[in-house]
């Protein structure tokens, strides 16, 4: 039995101290809803992911889903710290797949502007290994990355020139997204001018703090044939996941991340994909950090490893490149509210599949996309191949 998706819906990415924190979740939901073109008395089960670390909600799940109309319908709450969205993804699938129900909602969302920035870096650093990193050595995400970004120039000579494209190119996408945080083209110099936050990630390779809510709505294939929308379906065909050691100085090296290899590699298995190249559209790559999308192109086979650097350079990544990545801007530029980015980026490549994606739509030749989100600094991996 197949899965498909529906519907879709995504919130304004941004500051958004204008609303409480279920009427954030709310704006996905409707749209979602009325993307399917069903009532939410047909949805028989909600999963709530939220990391809900910086929001004055700390167990949102219930207020979130009695506010959305589905009291009575679950909520399962679950967290897998950046990866959160997709974990509630593929809880919705797996609750599909068992045969529990047949149309299940899938919502992520985080407010994480409810705190100042030293405490939300703060709260961030707890997600790896707390007694081993951030309380003997203080030490929080831009420098988790660092030294990623560190590793990857010193074996293969990547450039802050290079890291800086990536923030040029998914500022540029964002700039036509009317729902993204930064909706403002940025050049190439004042990216590199930017100050230092961790060497030698400077401030325009470092993702924001954001606050924002998305959805998906999914249902079996049986479900979708009743209600007479196999034509709208996004089918999920693919999906892996993966994680690594809490403690990052337990890992073989710091150029990559075991997380999205492994992940990938399940994915591909599972969606018959053998060039991700030549068979995928587009991709939604977790760019929480600039380093982070080269080492994504590197772990997800776009290119051979440490050439990353090469393929942003080449416009491999943007636009007539060889796989447009980021379309929508990315966690970079669109935003990154934790709970909310893996569901974020299921709604950018099913908009993209279905060929909704206005200014910012990719050729479509194959009719699949990719989603990868990582939770922590490749504590948790995740990748969705979807297709129509």
């Given at each position: 039995?197949?899965?498909?998706?529906?519907?879709?819906?995504?919130?304004?990415?941004?500051?958004?101290?204008?609303?409480?924190?279920?009427?954030?979740?709310?704006?996905?939901?409707?749209?979602?809803?009325?993307?399917?073109?069903?009532?939410?008395?047909?949805?028989?089960?909600?999963?709530?992911?939220?990391?809900?670390?910086?929001?004055?909600?700390?167990?949102?799940?219930?207020?979130?889903?009695?506010?959305?109309?589905?009291?009575?319908?679950?909520?399962?709450?679950?967290?897998?710290?950046?990866?959160?969205?997709?974990?509630?993804?593929?809880?919705?699938?797996?609750?599909?797949?068992?045969?529990?129900?047949?149309?299940?909602?899938?919502?992520?969302?985080?407010?994480?502007?409810?705190?100042?920035?030293?405490?939300?870096?703060?709260?961030?650093?707890?997600?790896?290994?707390?007694?081993?990193?951030?309380?003997?050595?203080?030490?929080?995400?831009?420098?988790?990355?660092?030294?990623?970004?560190?590793a990857h120039m010193a074996r293969y000579g990547t450039t802050e020139k290079q890291l800086a494209m990536v923030a040029v190119k998914n500022h540029r996408n964002a700039?036509?997204?009317?729902?993204?945080?930064?909706?403002?083209?940025?050049?190439?110099?004042?990216?590199?001018?930017?100050?230092?936050?961790?060497?030698?990630?400077?401030?325009?390779?470092?993702?924001?703090?954001?606050?924002?809510?998305?959805?998906?709505?999914?249902?079996?294939?049986?479900?979708?044939?009743?209600?007479?929308?196999?034509?709208?379906?996004?089918?999920?065909?693919?999906?892996?996941?993966?994680?690594?050691?809490?403690?990052?100085?337990?890992?073989?090296?710091?150029?990559?991340?075991?997380?999205?290899?492994?992940?990938?590699?399940?994915?591909?298995?599972?969606?018959?994909?053998?060039?991700?190249?030549?068979?995928?559209?587009?991709?939604a790559l977790h760019d929480c950090f600039t380093i982070a999308e080269i080492m994504a192109y590197e772990d997800l086979g776009f290119c051979k490893k440490g050439e990353?650097?090469?393929?942003?350079?080449?416009?491999?990544?943007?636009?007539?490149?060889?796989?447009?990545?980021?379309?929508?801007?990315?966690?970079?530029?669109?935003?990154?509210?934790?709970?909310?980015?893996?569901?974020?980026?299921?709604?950018?490549?099913?908009?993209?599949?279905?060929?909704?994606?206005?200014?910012?739509?990719?050729?479509?030749?194959?009719?699949?996309?990719?989603t990868h989100n990582i939770g922590g600094t490749g504590h948790f991996g995740w990748v969705f191949i979807l297709g129509v």
């Amino acid at each position: 039995m197949r899965v498909g998706i529906i519907g879709v819906g995504c919130s304004k990415f941004g500051v958004r101290d204008d609303v409480t924190l279920q009427e954030l979740a709310f704006e996905a939901v409707k749209e979602a809803v009325e993307d399917a073109g069903i009532s939410k008395e047909d949805i028989e089960m909600s999963v709530v992911g939220t990391a809900g670390t910086r929001s004055y909600e700390l167990m949102p799940a219930v207020p979130i889903n009695e506010y959305c109309g589905f009291a009575g319908k679950g909520p399962i709450r679950v967290e897998a710290a950046c990866a959160t969205g997709s974990a509630a993804v593929y809880t919705a699938y797996s609750t599909i797949k068992s045969g529990i129900a047949d149309i299940v909602i899938a919502i992520g969302i985080e407010k994480m502007n409810e705190v100042d920035t030293p405490t939300s870096l703060a709260v961030g650093g707890r997600s790896g290994s707390y007694l081993w990193e951030f309380h003997q050595y203080g030490t929080t995400f831009p420098g988790y990355y660092a030294m990623h970004a560190s590793a990857h120039m010193a074996r293969y000579g990547t450039t802050e020139k290079q890291l800086a494209m990536v923030a040029v190119k998914n500022h540029r996408n964002a700039a036509k997204n009317p729902k993204a945080q930064f909706q403002k083209e940025i050049t190439l110099e004042k990216a590199l001018s930017s100050r230092y936050v961790a060497y030698p990630l400077r401030l325009f390779d470092c993702s924001a703090i954001t606050d924002g809510s998305a959805a998906a709505i999914l249902a079996s294939e049986e479900k979708i044939k009743e209600l007479g929308l196999k034509d709208k379906a996004v089918w999920i065909e693919g999906i892996g996941y993966s994680s690594d050691t809490a403690n990052l100085s337990k890992r073989v090296d710091y150029v990559g991340l075991k997380a999205t290899v492994e992940a990938s590699r399940m994915a591909y298995k599972m969606a018959k994909i053998d060039d991700p190249v030549k068979q995928l559209d587009v991709a939604a790559l977790h760019d929480c950090f600039t380093i982070a999308e080269i080492m994504a192109y590197e772990d997800l086979g776009f290119c051979k490893k440490g050439e990353g650097g090469k393929f942003i350079e080449n416009g491999d990544s943007d636009f007539g490149g060889k796989i447009p990545v980021n379309t929508f801007g990315g966690l970079k530029a669109k935003g990154h509210p934790l709970g909310a980015t893996g569901v974020g980026m299921v709604y950018e490549i099913v908009k993209q599949l279905r060929g909704e994606a206005g200014e910012l739509q990719v050729d479509l030749k194959n009719y699949k996309g990719l989603t990868h989100n990582i939770g922590g600094t490749g504590h948790f991996g995740w990748v969705f191949i979807l297709g129509v």
